[in-house]
């Protein structure tokens, strides 16, 4: 008789390397070109385990750190007319369901929480690896997702000719086990 051999997979905190890893977007402005920027304040960690498999994420990004290499439009962004960052001072992602797509990719989807307004919101990823750091002996796993919003549904700046519904978000990450 043949015994059957159970899996065990332990689950760990992993935390983002923020001088390693960068959340980013993307928004078309006057119809024609796209503006870049980025938030330079976050918080990210991951429930998984050594392989980083089904991880589960929960992000928290200051609003009030949008960077767009513009301080005018900056602290406009940061003003009542957009993300009103002295009312919201955060948006917030937490994983819902998780489900891998392929070898190395997956679908990420959870509850996005900005402007006051949360939603469900699917994010691509891609594992691009795992490795033992010579420095720390810790594994890093480095992984990029992926998404679109629509600004709107979040009450985030109002209708205007000048500036694209959709943001496209990318966030590349470098993660540590604890």
């Known amino acids: ?58 992000v928290e990004l200051k609003t009030g750190s949008i960077d767009t290499d513009n301080d005018r439009r900056n602290e406009h962004l940061r003003s009542a007319d957009f993300f009103d960052a002295e009312t919201h001072p955060t948006i917030t992602f937490k994983t819902t369901a998780f489900e891998k797509t392929g070898e190395k990719m997956f679908k990420l989807t959870g509850d996005l929480t900005m402007h006051g307004v949360t939603k469900p919101v699917t994010l691509e990823g891609k594992l691009n690896g795992i490795i033992t750091d010579q420095r720390s002996n810790k594994l890093k796993a480095g992984l990029k997702l992926t998404g679109t919003i629509d600004r709107l549904a979040y009450k985030v700046g109002g209708e205007t000719p000048t500036l694209g519904d959709e943001v496209e978000m990318t966030i590349n990450l470098e993660m540590a086990q604890q």
């Open 1 to 58: 008789m043949a015994q059957s051999q159970a899996t065990i997979s332990v689950q760990s905190t992993w935390k983002a390397d923020n001088a390693h890893s960068k959340v980013g977007f993307a928004i078309t402005h006057l119809l024609i070109s796209e503006v870049e920027g980025h938030f330079s304040e976050f918080d990210i960690t991951a429930t998984a385990d050594d392989a980083f498999s089904e991880p589960s994420f929960t």
